[in-house]
Each structure stands twice: as structure tokens, then as C-alpha cells.
């Protein structure tokens, strides 16, 4: 319902990354491919996760849908941490997470760098816009109309650097986050509780905004997502605790949409 809200849609949709176990975070699935079988999709779903987590799933799915014969087809890939997949654009890669002994995964979405066409240099070199700079732009090379073949490389700028996303769910603590995290242009993590009720945090497995804020920080991030916040609190407060740490911060709420560039991180730095 939400992604169908959001105006997402279901076509494209081939990888569900599923981060631990808990009901909270695996139970919509049921629904989400029943909803795919009723829009007939037919593209295979890839859904991931650690061995822990897909024992629990596939069980779970197979209660509802009588396995293989699911509404669309269905893939189950068992993650180590390490890269998960790859494409021209991007690559995503995954982290052990400690959450209250289950096998957690985080996911960090890393786009690919790329040298763009440098304006400059096509104009001092004769080069019209069109055709012929689109067939550059994709690395192939020219022939102009005095005869000069121009290949891509020697009008191409400086790389320009890609953007990096962070995700993390439920965890019980940060430390071991800062290296997978590092310098992730933004960060997604929980804050369920504030300072405040840290003892409650500690006993239930989740993350104060104050520890949240300090993480950031120490993983020069450039922004700041915060989700899973208790029911008890103001989002404002949980944003204020966090950003006596780190000031590029917010609550994450449904239906937000955010532009993730490496210049958040520059500007953070």
C-alpha cells in the first residue's frame, strides 16, 4: 500500500533486502506478494537476507502460498557480508549488525563514479552539441566534418565522485558500524529511544538518538536519517538529542523524499 501511495509501483521491483528476523520487519512481505501477483507481476523476486532470516521466511511465505507455486516466482539468496549485487550504476554491498543475537544484515547503496564531458574542451575542439557528443557520452569516438577523429577520453573532466547510502535497522550499539558506514553521504539508522531511557534501549536491543548522532559523527557521514522512533516521544526531541551531535539530522518519515549527492558529505566536511 505505501510503495503504491508513494507512486513507486511494483514493476521494477526485483530485490526485497531484508535486514533480520523480527516480525516487524519480514511480516508484509505476505502481503506485498500477494499485492504483486494481483497487479501480474510476473518478474522473479529476489528476496535476501542472512541464513537466519530466510529459515524464518521461507516457512513463514510457504504457510501462506503453497511454495513453488507463489503469486510470482520466488528467489531466496542467503547473504554473507560482502557485495550483493552490482550493476552499470551502482553496486550494493552488506554488514553484520548486532541486534539481540540474530544473524542482522546493514546494506550500503554505492553509485558509480563517472567522468562527465567537459564543455569546454568539446567547444575548443569543434565539437557541435547532438549526436556526436551523445555518442562520446558513451565512449565511443568521432569523426568531425574536417575529418579529426575525437575520441571520448580526451574530452572527458575529472571524475566525478558517486553517492553513497547507508541503511541499517534494528542494532544494539554502533561502534562496530563506523567502518561499514563510513563516510556514507547518508546514513538511515534507528533511535528508538532517547538518553534518557538508555537502560530500556540496552534491555530491548535498539539505539539512543544520542547514540545515533555520535555515530555520524564519528563516521563522517554527510546526513542523518532517523527511523523506528517509540511511539513515547516527540520526533523533535529525538532530532534535538541526536544533533547536539551531528547537526545534519532528521526524522525519517513515510512519503519523505530526499536527493542523495556526494556533495552532502563535502558540505558536511
Not at 508484509?28 to 494481483?38: D, H, N, P
Not at 521461507?58 to 557485495?83: C, H, N, T
Request: net charge neutral; with cysteine.
Amino acid at each position: 500500500r505505501q510503495m503504491l501511495r508513494a507512486g513507486s509501483g511494483f514493476r521494477r521491483l526485483r530485490h526485497v533486502l531484508l535486514t533480520h528476523a523480527h516480525l516487524d520487519h519480514v511480516l508484509g512481505l505476505g502481503g506485498l506478494i500477494a499485492s504483486l501477483g494481483l497487479f501480474d507481476v510476473r518478474n522473479t523476486l529476489r528476496i535476501c537476507g542472512s541464513g537466519e532470516t530466510l529459515r524464518f521466511v521461507q516457512p513463514y511465505l510457504a504457510s501462506l502460498f503453497p511454495l513453488p507455486r507463489a503469486p510470482v516466482p520466488l528467489e531466496f539468496v542467503e547473504l554473507q557480508p560482502g557485495p550483493v549485487l552490482a550493476t552499470g550504476q551502482f553496486t550494493v554491498s552488506c554488514f553484520p549488525v548486532k541486534h539481540r543475537g540474530t544473524e542482522s544484515l546493514g546494506y550500503r547503496f554505492d553509485t558509480i563514479a563517472r567522468a562527465h564531458l567537459d564543455g569546454d574542451r568539446l567547444a575548443a575542439l569543434g565539437v557541435p552539441p547532438g549526436p556526436l557528443r551523445a555518442e562520446l557520452a558513451a565512449g565511443r569516438s568521432v569523426v568531425l566534418p574536417d575529418g579529426r577523429r575525437i575520441g571520448p577520453d580526451s574530452v572527458r573532466g575529472p571524475p566525478a565522485a558517486g553517492a553513497s547510502l547507508a541503511v541499517v535497522g534494528d542494532t544494539e550499539e554502533a561502534d562496530t558500524l563506523i567502518g561499514p558506514v563510513g563516510g556514507a553521504d547518508a546514513l538511515v539508522i534507528e533511535a528508538t529511544f532517547l538518553e534518557r531511557d538508555a537502560a530500556l534501549a540496552g534491555e530491548r536491543g535498539h539505539l539512543t538518538a544520542a547514540e545515533a548522532g555520535r555515530l555520524a559523527a564519528a563516521a563522517k557521514v554527510g546526513a542523518l536519517y532517523l527511523t523506528h522512533i517509540s511511539g513515547r516521544y516527540d520526533p523533535a526531541e529525538i532530532a534535538a538529542e541526536a544533533g547536539r551531535f551531528f547537526a545534519a539530522v532528521s526524522v525519517a518519515s513515510d512519503f519523505d523524499r530526499v536527493s542523495v549527492t556526494a556533495s552532502t558529505r563535502q558540505k558536511a566536511d
